[in-house]
């Protein structure tokens, strides 16, 4: 895994590939921790990566997909992975 493949709204590691290739254009995968679609809600809906993340922080860190969500984890270690976001070097087109 990459370490490109960082969502830039929670920090999450595990993403299939990059949110936004080189040239900025989205994958348009799902956040399985958040819920983020990259193109989708920053491009359809207008959010910014900061508006989406306390939205879902206030909503209590809600995993996406309940599935893929590591058995042992909890509110700390989902706020752990926030800071991941401080590796994120993403420039968006949209």
């Not at 993403?15 to 995968?29: A, I, M, N, R, V």
Request: hydrophobic share 25%; net charge negative; glycine share 8%.
């Amino acid at each position: 895994m990459s370490s490109k493949n960082i969502c830039p709204v929670c920090g999450y590691d595990k993403l299939t590939e990059p949110p936004y290739d080189l040239l900025g254009y989205p994958s348009y995968e799902i956040c399985s921790c958040c819920g983020f679609e990259y193109g989708f809600d920053d491009g359809s809906e207008g959010k910014t990566f900061e508006v989406y993340r306390a939205e879902w922080i206030s909503n209590g860190y809600p995993f996406y997909v309940v599935s893929a969500k590591p058995a042992d984890w909890g509110d700390t270690e989902i706020q752990n992975q926030l800071k991941n976001i401080e590796k994120v070097n993403y420039h968006p087109k949209i």
